[in-house]
């Protein structure tokens, strides 16, 4: 084949409910060289079973079994170990997401189409939304530290690992590619490469992303508002790459004070200890406990909300309980 190889990295723990249509999407893709490197994360389901009847049916598939559970981020990088030395790209694809047809063919062409790029993404469909808006749609090429720089600032999300090609050789010189310690690991690998190469966007919808009461995203990651939690260490351990000091240290007492101001909508909501002290460690950890004069601040601005706002009382004792 002439074509670029690809890995498609598909780590998987009790995914069989999605894992059929997951596979497919991906063997069904114009671009024809590829892999799909399958790791079973010693599933208790048909996952398994799953996979190994796509290897039976389709040469391009390798199926690799943990013999017990790793943690997942674990998981993830240990899959990343195990695609082919010749593969030029690497596309992670989680059980419950899709490919759209064609869609790996695009993002190959605009990653061979500068030798510079490292990462392509794209738009995705998650549930009813449309995610990763933000850029000009005029361009297709960006300078990945003025990309990474945006996304530290907020002023964009259009980092979406999920959805995302790599350079495999890009991958291979990191090991782990993803930091074991974080929840958010796959932004981290995102931010650790973006400041030598240029990132690639292709303005149209190419992946969907499910969204479904088992997912990571469902459980965890949007009930305890897991990436404000780890925001901190984004700026920490990244945003000397990208953003002088005196912005740096603006922004990091911005996110503070979200912070201050989320704990105390906790309390107010009467979430459950659990919450609180998930988001209270994370700021220990980062050397950021609160004071009280923290605690009042965020108050009196929740406080200048809610009476600008009301509805946002009735949101704060109506919303579900986290216990």
């Given at each position: 084949?002439?074509e670029?190889?690809?890995?498609i990295?598909?780590?998987?723990f009790?995914?069989?409910?999605?894992?059929?249509e997951c596979?497919?999407?991906?063997l069904t893709?114009s671009?024809a060289?590829?892999?799909?490197?399958?790791?079973d994360?010693?599933?208790?389901d048909?996952?398994?079973?799953?996979?190994?009847h796509?290897?039976r049916?389709?040469?391009?598939?390798?199926?690799?079994?943990?013999?017990?559970t790793?943690?997942?981020?674990?998981?993830?990088?240990r899959?990343?170990?195990v695609?082919?030395?010749?593969?030029?790209?690497?596309?992670?694809?989680?059980?419950?997401?899709?490919?759209y047809p064609g869609?790996?063919?695009?993002?190959?062409?605009?990653?061979?189409?500068d030798?510079?790029?490292?990462?392509?993404?794209?738009?995705r469909r998650r549930?009813?939304?449309?995610?990763?808006?933000?850029?000009p749609?005029?361009r297709?090429?960006?300078?990945?530290?003025e990309?990474?720089?945006?996304?530290?600032?907020?002023?964009?999300?259009a980092?979406?690992?999920?959805?995302?090609?790599?350079r495999?050789d890009?991958?291979?010189a990191?090991?782990?590619?993803?930091?074991?310690?974080?929840?958010?690991?796959?932004?981290?690998?995102?931010?650790?490469?973006?400041?030598?190469?240029?990132?690639?966007?292709v303005?149209?919808?190419?992946?969907?992303?499910?969204v479904?009461?088992?997912?990571?995203?469902?459980?965890?990651?949007?009930?305890?508002q897991?990436?404000?939690?780890?925001?901190?260490?984004?700026?920490?351990?990244?945003?000397?790459r990208?953003i002088?000091?005196a912005?740096?240290?603006?922004l990091e007492?911005?996110h503070?004070a979200?912070?201050?101001?989320?704990?105390?909508?906790?309390?107010?909501?009467?979430?459950?200890?659990d919450?609180?002290?998930?988001?209270?460690?994370?700021?220990?950890?980062?050397?950021?406990?609160?004071?009280?004069?923290?605690?009042?601040?965020?108050?009196?601005?929740?406080?200048?909300?809610?009476?600008?706002?009301?509805?946002?009382?009735?949101?704060?004792?109506?919303?579900?309980?986290?216990?």
């Open positions: 084949m002439t670029s190889l690809v890995s990295v598909v780590p998987v009790n995914g069989g409910r999605f894992l059929r596979l497919d999407s991906a893709q671009h060289a590829l892999e799909l490197v399958i790791l994360n010693a599933s208790t048909d996952t398994l079973l799953i996979a190994e796509a290897a049916n389709d040469c391009r598939v390798r199926v690799f079994h943990n013999q017990t790793l943690k997942p981020i674990d998981n993830w990088n899959a990343m170990t695609m082919c030395g010749k593969a030029r790209y690497c596309r992670v694809l989680h059980a419950d997401d899709t490919l869609s790996l063919a695009r993002l190959v062409a605009l990653a061979e189409s030798p510079e790029i490292g990462i392509v993404g794209s738009l549930g009813d939304h449309v995610e990763c808006e933000g850029l749609a005029d297709q090429i960006f300078d990945g530290t990309v990474a720089r945006q996304f530290l600032r907020r002023q964009i999300f980092l979406a690992p999920t959805s995302g090609l790599l495999a890009l991958v291979r990191r090991q782990p590619f993803y930091p074991p310690h974080l929840l958010h690991a796959d932004l981290a690998a995102w931010l650790d490469i973006l400041d030598e190469v240029k990132f690639g966007f303005h149209e919808i190419l992946a969907f992303s499910r479904h009461e088992n997912s990571i995203t469902a459980t965890l990651a949007e009930r305890k897991t990436l404000m939690r780890e925001w901190l260490v984004l700026l920490r351990d990244y945003g000397p990208y002088a000091p912005e740096l240290a603006r007492s911005d503070l979200r912070c201050h101001r989320l704990l105390v909508r906790g309390l107010a909501s009467g979430n459950g200890r919450f609180l002290d998930f988001h209270l460690e994370g700021l220990r950890q980062a050397g950021r406990t609160p004071r009280p004069l923290d605690y009042a601040r965020a108050a009196v601005a929740e406080l200048g909300d809610a009476l600008r706002q009301p509805q946002k009382l009735f949101k704060y004792w109506h919303q579900p309980r986290l216990r």
